[in-house]
Each structure stands twice: as C-alpha cells, then as structure tokens.
C-alpha cells in the first residue's frame, strides 16, 4: 500500500519558518521525482518545489530564496524548508511522488500564516 504522510505543518507568524516533512512507503521511493504543491482556499493547486531523483531541484518563483527542497533516500522522506513566511504562503500542502505514467499524493498539511 502506498503511503505518502506529509506532517509539520501549523501556524507560525509572518516571517517565521517551518519545515515540512513527506514521509513515504509502499514505492521505490529513490526512483521517484519528488513534489511540494499547495492550495490556498478558492484557488487551484499549484507547484511549490520539486526534486528528481538526482536532486535538481526547481522552485515556483513566488517561494525562490525562502523555500528550500530536499530528499533523504535512506529515510524515504523529503522535506521543505520554508523560511520567511508570508501571509499568502497560507495554504494545505500536499506532497507529490511521481515518475512516467505514475503519480501519487499525501493527504496534506495545513499551514497558515498570520500577520
């Protein structure tokens, strides 16, 4: 059975910081592409940060210089560092393993940021 369990999120103020953690079972999980997305109340989901499994990394652009990705195969879990929290970081954020033709999702974590 796959699992992806994201966990670490909360409420922090503006400017704070948290980190996400993705932990993953029931896959291959070093030959996944690894994925941050998020959905803010009203809006679409959209692409915060990913990681292949050579660890490129690529970030949205609205998160670049505060928000980091990271992976640790031995732990089958990925991370994002978020630092410099904004009021509009605000938002459920769900982890992605994906490779061709296969994708899956956590059930997200919360983060809501306060001014």
């Known amino acids: 059975q796959v699992q992806l369990v994201e966990t670490g999120g909360g409420s922090v103020q503006a400017g704070g910081s948290l980190r996400l953690s993705c932990a993953v079972s029931g896959i291959g999980f070093s030959s996944f592409n690894m994925g941050w997305f998020r959905q803010a109340p009203g809006n679409q989901r959209e692409l915060v940060a990913t990681?292949?499994?050579?660890?490129?990394?690529n970030y949205a652009d609205s998160v670049k210089g505060r928000f980091t990705i990271s992976r640790d195969n031995a732990k089958n879990t990925v991370y994002l560092q978020m630092n410099n929290l904004k009021v509009e970081d605000t938002a459920v954020y769900y982890c992605?393993?994906?490779?061709?033709?296969?994708?899956?999702w956590g059930k997200g974590t919360l983060v809501t940021v306060s001014s």
């Open positions: 992605q393993a994906a490779r061709t033709w296969t994708n899956y």
């Open positions: 990681i292949t499994t050579s660890s490129n990394t």
